[in-house]
């Protein structure tokens, strides 16, 4: 169904969904789609047939070929491997079905920009699935923002190692989360990268420099805690984000002081501290909302696919300066520690 053909449909009428691809995160999809009341889940499919029945058989639904499940669906979400985003959107575009694709949007830039012209040219919705903008904390200091004189921005996403024999990139799998948030609250493109890696890939970190804010975005499965924590220094104040708690902090008006106690003097910090309201709430549903009411009403995504080819060209720069380049780099990635974007 066309974007035109979605928007006139009346806002009671139920959009058909399917998920194509229901390992860990597309089964969430599929779960959160069948919660949704403007949403009736048609089926899903995967390449393994026992997943594919177990999911169906969860959710109310039917496990399904690929092509049954593009001609009963309006939206779909895509979240098969990385590998396979490119032929599987596309082939969701030409059956005419809006798409939301787990991130990054593709192997390359190119490819991520072909999707595009082509979900533009067929009038289709293509959504990143960038999840961490619909974290109601993100969306909190989004809203801050544009108030403030920001300086710098520091993203730290740690954990432990995987219990996985082949966890996959750290770059592509955790830090594109904070490339991709540090951007869109900023609303600007990086001007320069400089990165370091380690420990077979499992630890990198980047610094990327803005128009007048300098960026620090750390990701790690080797650290042994659980750490999701955004910080933007301002003039005016310090805002603490953790994702996980889905909490903002923000520190005003703070100021040193020595104080005489008994003849001697003792040293005091304070600072005020505000606790904005969060509208707590899971994002993936938040996400899945906004996808399905833009291909309803023909409105841009939140995430459009630009944003993801965006991130998704910063953190190949990232790949390949902190991790050394690979057989297929292009000439950019030989140009040393630090280069322009």
Known sequence: MSTEQVA?????EQLRAGVVGVGSMGENHARVYAELPSVDLVGITDHDDDVA??????????????ETLLERCDVATVAVPTHAHYETVSTCLEAGVHVLVEKPIAETVQQGRELAEQAHDAGLVLQVGHIERFNPAVQTVAELIDDLDVISVAAERLGPPVDRVAPGNVIYDLMVHDVDVVGAILDERPHSVAAMGTDDGQYATATIEYDDVVATVTASRVTQKKVRRLTVTARE?????DYLEQSVLIHRDSYPEYLAD???????????VERPRVDTGEPLRNELESFVD??????DPEVTAEDGIEALKTVQLIDRLAMGPSDDADDESSRGPEVEV
């Open 262 to 272: 008994d003849g001697q003097s003792r040293y005091r910090h304070e600072s005020v």
């Open 294 to 299: 833009a291909a309803r009403t023909g409105s």
């Open 8 to 12: 006139d449909a009346t806002v009671d």
């Open 237 to 241: 104040c310090l805002v603490e984000v």
């Open 53 to 66: 029945d177990r999911v169906a058989a969860a959710y109310d639904t039917e496990a399904v070929s690929l």
